[in-house]
C-alpha cells in the first residue's frame, strides 16, 4: 500500500496530473485523512496562552461593509476573555484565531444595532459546545435583557434539538440559556486584575450606548462602540495605550452618497448621508490623538471597508504613525512587563 501511495504521489509531482489525480478516490482519501489529521492537531494544541493583554480584531467592519464581519473585539489575558459585541461573521473570525472559548466570561454589548448583536447565539452556542463551564452573562446598557430574552426565546427549540441529539452529559441544557445584566456606566466590575469602565458613547438617537475600557496589570485598551469623538472619549482614553474606534472616511461617504444620488437612488443616498452624524470621522479622531496621550489608536468599524487601496489611502488621509487601520484577524499584544504594543497582522 505504502508503495502505491509513493507512485501515486510521485505522479502527481513528476507528471503535474495533480488534479486528475485528485479525482481518484484512493488519492481523495490520502487527502482526507491528512487535512483532517491536521485540523485536529491544530484544534488539540489549543490557544497558546500569554501573560500579556491581548486584543483580536473578530470583526472590523460596519454595515458598510464586505469582506469582513461586523463589530467584534475579543478581548483575553490569561485569566479572561471577554468579547464586545459580536456581528455578522464575527463567529467564524473567532473559530478562525482558534480563541479560547470554552473559557469565554461574558460579552459586552456597546449598543443594541444589528451589525453587533447579529451573532450573539453563535458565540453562545460556540462556548457552550465547547465545554463553557457556566451560562454565557451578556452585558449591555439599559435594554439588553429585551434583546437576550428574545435571543432565548428564538432559539429555545435549536437548544431542545442540540441537547436532544448529543444529551445532557456533553450539552446540558442550563448551560445553553444566555443571562443578561444590565450595566450603567462607571466600573462595572473588577475581576482580578481586570477592571473593566463602561463609558457613555455619543451615537444618537440610540440612547444610551456605550463603549468600554479594559485595565490589566498597568496595559489598557478602550473600545469605542458606534461613536462621535466627545469630552467621554478623550477622558476614558487618558492614559490608555490603545484605542479602538470606530471610523468613518468623511471624502468616501460624501463621495458614495452623491454617487447614488446622482444614480437616481435616493433611499440609498439619505441612508449612506445620514450614518455620517453618529460615526466618529477619521478627521476627529486624529484630533483626539493630538489632545491625548493614547499611544495607538486603531481605526475599526471601518465606515465603510476600503475595498481597495485606494480607498485605503483615503481612509487613511492625515493619519499619523501611532494609527493604523484595523482588519479582520488582526490582534494586538501589550506586555505585562515593558510598554510595547506589538501588531500581529493577518
Ligand atoms: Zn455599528
Ligand atoms: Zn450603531
New binding site residues.
Given amino acids: 500500500m505504502k508503495k502505491v501511495i509513493i507512485v501515486i504521489l510521485t505522479l502527481v509531482v513528476v507528471v503535474g496530473g495533480g488534479r486528475a489525480l485528485l479525482k481518484l478516490p484512493v488519492v481523495q482519501d490520502i487527502a482526507l485523512d491528512r487535512g483532517t489529521a491536521a485540523i485536529a492537531q491544530r484544534a488539540s494544541e489549543g490557544f497558546s496562552e500569554s501573560n500579556s493583554l491581548r486584543i483580536f480584531v473578530c470583526g472590523s467592519a460596519?454595515?458598510l461593509g464586505m469582506g469582513q464581519a461586523?463589530?467584534c473585539i475579543a478581548i483575553v489575558t490569561p485569566e479572561h476573555f471577554y468579547l464586545i459585541d459580536s456581528?455578522a461573521g464575527s463567529t467564524d473570525n473567532i473559530n478562525r484565531m482558534g480563541l479560547p472559548t470554552e473559557r469565554l466570561q461574558g460579552v459586552l454589548l456597546t449598543?443594541f444595532?444589528s451589525?453587533?448583536i447579529a451573532e450573539i447565539y453563535e458565540v453562545n452556542l460556540g462556548s457552550w459546545v465547547s465545554g463553557r463551564p457556566s451560562p454565557l452573562t451578556v452585558f449591555g446598557p439599559t435594554g439588553v435583557d429585551e434583546v437576550i430574552d428574545g435571543v432565548n426565546a428564538s432559539y429555545r427549540l435549536d437548544r431542545i434539538y442540540r441537547t436532544g441529539h448529543h444529551g445532557e452529559a456533553l450539552l446540558a441544557p442550563e448551560l445553553g440559556v444566555l443571562a443578561h445584566k444590565t450595566i450603567a456606566p462607571g466600573v462595572i466590575f473588577e475581576d482580578g486584575d481586570l477592571k473593566i469602565t463602561a463609558y457613555v458613547s455619543e451615537h444618537p438617537p440610540i440612547e444610551p450606548a456605550v463603549g468600554y475600557r479594559f485595565d490589566y496589570k498597568g496595559r489598557s485598551v478602550v473600545v469605542s462602540?458606534?461613536s462621535n469623538v466627545n469630552g467621554d472619549t478623550l477622558e476614558i482614553v487618558d492614559g490608555a495605550d490603545l484605542l479602538l474606534h470606530?471610523a468613518l472616511s468623511l471624502p468616501t461617504v460624501t463621495a458614495l452618497s452623491k454617487a447614488m444620488g446622482t444614480a437616481g437612488l435616493s433611499r440609498q443616498s439619505k441612508i449612506v448621508s445620514d450614518v455620517i452624524d453618529y460615526?466618529a470621522s477619521t478627521d476627529s479622531l486624529i484630533e483626539l490623538g493630538e489632545q491625548s496621550n493614547v499611544d495607538m489608536v486603531a481605526f475599526y468599524?471601518l465606515v465603510p471597508v476600503p475595498l481597495n487601496t485606494v480607498l485605503e489611502d483615503v481612509f487613511k488621509r492625515g493619519m499619523p504613525d501611532n494609527f493604523l487601520l484595523a482588519e479582520d484577524l488582526m490582534s494586538f499584544e501589550l506586555p505585562i512587563d515593558n510598554d510595547e504594543i506589538v501588531v500581529n497582522s493577518p
Wanted: aromatic letters at 0%; proline letters at 7%; zero cysteines.
Fill in positions: 460596519s454595515p461586523q463589530a456581528g449598543h444595532h451589525d453587533h462602540g458606534d470606530d460615526h468599524h
